[in-house]
């Protein structure tokens, strides 16, 4: 009797053991919700391709009818980016989309998202991490390659000047200090321009990516150039609003844009567009938007079924624009 109430013991033990095993075993996936919140954090306002980007993420967050967006604004400062980013965690929003203002200085709110359980997407701009891996702190990042976009960009600068000899003295005009895109963007116009014998890189300065600081850095580069006796034959800009600063400022001085001194820049902005039809402006490589759809498909795929996009760098392609095509793209130009 005792040994038949053992066996029956350990029979039961061994079933209770069995199903709690099976639980174990059972994969359990994400559990979908209706509406998820997503907090995403602009790095403010300073140009016209800045402020379509964001129109167009808020406008395909608004029209979807399974995600609501918190938006902040962060003025141009990485402190108040982190702010809005904590802000965000202390919410308990489903994810987070940034935009880095400059490369460094993310690694603890990177990693007080990740021990909130809260995904992170990296757009426009690269970021690293200075105690991790930034692939293992967030989800992906989508951008143009801007490497791309610079050797694209000098190309094009490039045959601008066909059948032209040289010396031809240069200016570069660089974004934010510090900003991936200006590393990248400079990077690739150095790896085609430092090539070319007969351009030369004479003065390489600093707009932070904003027309007003272009125009007046430009003011500072003519008058140094004249009393240099150099003649500046191009601008070539990490961004069109800081070439429209450029292109301004050469204006003023009594010099010929697009003629005298062929311009450049990157963003594919409208004023860019309308330069062109005025014979002031050379070309530009565009800056893709599409964020607003493209994030929304990557989050939703995450939060609804715990699927990453198959590559960590989801890459938005950049192309060109000449005068040849200003005209007709034009009409077509939503910013």
Known sequence: MQKTGFALFGLILLSLLMSFSGCSNKKTGPVPKNKYVIGFSQIG????????????????????????????????????????????????????????????????????AKEAGIPVIIINRAARMVSGNIEDFTVCIVAPDNVFAGELLARTFIDSFSGETGPMYIVEMKGTEGASSAVDRGRG?????????????????????????????????????????????????????????????????GMNPGTDVKIVGID?????????????????????????????????????????????????????????????ALPYRRY
């Open 189 to 253: 116009i150095h790896n085609i321009l430092d090539n070319n014998r007969k351009m030369i890189i004479r003065y390489s300065q600093t707009g932070d990516y904003t027309r007003s600081t272009a125009r007046h850095v430009m003011e500072f580069i003519i008058n140094n150039a004249r009393d240099e006796g150099i003649k500046i034959s191009g601008v070539i800009s990490h961004s069109d609003d800081m070439a429209i600063g450029a292109m301004e400022a050469l204006l003023e001085a």
């Open 45 to 112: 306002s300073e140009s016209e391709w800045r402020i379509a980007n964001t129109q167009e993420i808020q406008e395909a967050y608004s029209n979807h009818p399974r995600v609501e967006l918190i938006y902040s604004n962060a003025g141009q400062r990485r402190d108040n980016q982190i702010t809005a980013m904590r802000g965000f965690i202390n919410q308990k929003v489903d994810a987070i989309i940034f935009v880095p203002i400059v490369a460094t200085g993310w690694d603890a709110i990177l990693t007080e």
């Open 268 to 328: 594919g902005i409208r004023d860019a567009f309308i330069a062109m039809t005025q014979g002031r402006y050379t070309a530009t490589v565009e800056n893709p938007l599409g964020y607003g759809d493209k994030t929304i498909e990557i989050l939703l795929d995450l939060l609804d079924n715990g699927k990453k996009p198959a590559d960590y760098w989801v890459v938005l392609k950049n192309s060109v624009y000449t005068e040849k095509e200003a005209a007709i």
